[in-house]
């Protein structure tokens, strides 16, 4: 899994977590036990095309992960 930052013009940012599905990755697991846990729902989850692989994507507001990057981040790495 993997974090990425959407800066916006308004200077808002958005947080993507993009899933490689075909990984038996308990980093995976862990993230979505984490956000279980905490209440926590994606504004949005969809799947993506990128390099011709499947990739499941979990769309966030950052003022809504506020506070929780830093384990979310640990998590992820």
Known sequence: MNIETIDLDNGEQRILMVFDEQLD?????????????????????????????EYKVYYFGSCYLDGHMDKLNAIAD
Do not use: C, H, I
């Open 25 to 53: 990755n308990a980093r995976n697991v862990n993230v979505d036990e984490y956000l279980k846990a905490e209440g926590l729902e994606p504004k949005r989850t969809y799947q993506e095309m990128r390099d011709g692989k």
